[in-house]
């Protein structure tokens, strides 16, 4: 059983930090930053395609790219476990600030079409705005309807006082110029400056501007280091690949053939120039003395397998795609912990509404990890749901010992697009203990029949508690001898 470190956890209580407070009446910001009479701010920092072992703390790649996110472990809490329930842009997105399995959330796919996070949704912005916070996005949203750049403000999930964003910011830029949106629609528009450094200077901004005790919730979202789409390339600053050309190769990926073996020194330097946008945004809190006060968490949406695992980056049930970093700081993350229980993305809106002391609303299907972080497991359930669309419709269940996905038949519409299945046939089967490097499929095996029955028991439990549809679970219908 995962354990996490024995470390004790601050005195500090969280409910301390309570929100009806009256503002403090402050000669000048910094005395405003210094008040402790409000809840602790939430700044969220979202990196697009991270996979999890590209960050050093993890202690999984010789490669030192992240210097700043190594310090922010050693300060706070690192999670070692933790997984997106769909690897996929905007239903990855859903899941964390709604705090809801797609089944529920309505995000099954990549917005468009008729998909998109409904306007009524309850969201993490949407519940901080309600304690008094400020809600603010900076960068890609991928969340509305409709449109590649700007989002109406019934689209942008609550996010209603600052917003600098595009639906879709890989359509409306590239690397080095390009649009983003105001809360009014109008074009904030760059050039000959990269785009992870725009996006931390809108950020430090922000920051700069700081001037009550008012919380606030921000989020800065960065499309690095996902591939620039029109392009079919990852792109970093000037000279950054250079850094690391003849990079070492991650076991996964240096055993299959794909793209990494051209893509791998631009990604990595993509990383870098992402590491070092974070390391300013958490200078500029320092510097404005609100590091104190501020839970700051570093997450990605999904990994990345370089076509390794298929046709393109990431849409399957392998580690790669599925298994993501999550580092947070500030209060009640402090003392350099690590948490290796399995946790979810939607757990991450619970666990920050409990960090500031707000309760966790019952639409919500994700747990706070909170008393995780505390040293309790009390009833923790070691297994994660995840569900695949657009290049295969499929489920999938990864547990400590086992990685078991099933898909669609082809004739049933399993390679193109689909919300749910009826039928769903038994596709892959990993030994994580045997095999972490998840190289050899069992699936079929006449050793492994039973251990599959129990997992496909398994998944239609984590679908009926999802409220995923109800469907037919079948062996694996070519088995080995």
């Known amino acids: ?219 800065v979202s960065y499309l690095e280091p996902h591939h620039q789409n029109d392009e079919k390339r990852f792109v970093a600053p000037p000279g950054y690949a250079e850094r690391y050309r003849n990079p070492a190769v991650p076991e996964d990926l240096r055993h299959l053939p794909g793209t990494w073996q051209q893509h791998l020194p631009s990604y990595y330097g993509c990383i870098r120039s992402v590491d070092e946008g974070f390391g300013r945004i958490r200078d500029e809190l320092t510097r404005r003395r609100l590091d104190k006060r501020t839970i700051l968490v570093f997450v990605s949406d999904h990994g990345c397998h370089f076509m390794t695992r298929n046709t393109e980056y990431k849409r399957s049930a392998h580690d790669a795609s599925i298994r993501i970093p999550l580092l947070i700081e500030g209060p009640g ?26 309760a966790v609303p019952s639409s919500m299907q994700g747990r706070s990890a909170m008393p995780l972080v505390a040293g309790k497991s009390d009833n923790w359930q070691e297994e994660v749901f995840i569900q695949l669309s657009e290049f295969w419709t499929g489920r999938a269940l990864r547990t400590p010992q086992w990685t078991y996905a099933a898909v669609a038949p082809r004739e049933e519409g399993g390679y193109r697009p689909m919300r749910s299945a009826p039928r769903y046939f038994s596709f892959q089967l990993y030994d994580n203990y045997a095999d972490p490097y998840q190289l050899v499929n069992l699936a079929g095996r006449r050793e492994t029949l039973e251990i599959e029955k129990d997992l496909r028991e398994r998944l239609a439990a984590a679908m009926r508690a999802a409220g995923d549809q109800a469907a037919e679970l079948a062996a694996c219908p070519y088995p080995y001898a």
């Not at 000048?28 to 602790?40: D, I």
């Not at 993890?58 to 999670?79: C, E, H, I, K, W």
């Not at 690897?87 to 990549?110: D, E, H, I, K, M």
């Open 1 to 219: 059983m995962p354990e996490i470190s024995r470390e004790n956890r601050s005195n500090v209580s969280r409910r301390e930090f309570v929100t009806s407070a009256a503002p403090v009446l402050a000669a000048s910001s910094a005395l405003a930053a210094e008040s402790s009479l409000t809840a602790p701010n939430i700044v969220i920092v979202i990196a697009d395609q991270v996979r999890r072992d590209a960050v050093s703390a993890y202690g999984l790649n010789p490669v030192q790219l992240t210097p700043n996110l190594d310090a922010m472990a050693s300060r706070g809490t690192l999670f070692r476990n933790m997984f997106t329930n769909q690897p996929l842009c905007s239903p990855s997105r859903a899941c964390l600030f709604t705090g809801q399995y797609p089944a529920r959330n309505g995000v099954w796919r990549n917005t468009g079409n008729g998909v998109a996070l409904n306007p009524t949704a309850t969201t993490l912005a949407t519940e901080c705005r309600k304690a008094g916070f400020s809600a603010n996005y900076i960068g890609k949203w991928h969340l509305a309807e409709g449109t590649h750049g700007p989002v109406s403000a019934q689209e942008r999930g609550g996010f209603l006082n600052l917003w600098q964003a595009s639906n879709e910011l890989e359509l409306t830029s590239h690397p080095f110029e390009g649009d983003l949106y105001d809360s009014d629609g109008r074009a904030i528009h760059f050039q000959n400056e990269y785009r992870v450094g725009f996006l931390t200077r809108l950020a430090t901004d922000f920051l700069g501007r700081v001037t009550t005790s008012t919380p606030f919730l921000l989020v």
């Open 333 to 358: 993350f402090e003392g350099g912990r690590e948490v290796r229980h399995f946790t979810r993305m939607i757990d991450l809106t619970p666990t920050l509404l409990d960090a500031v002391g707000l």
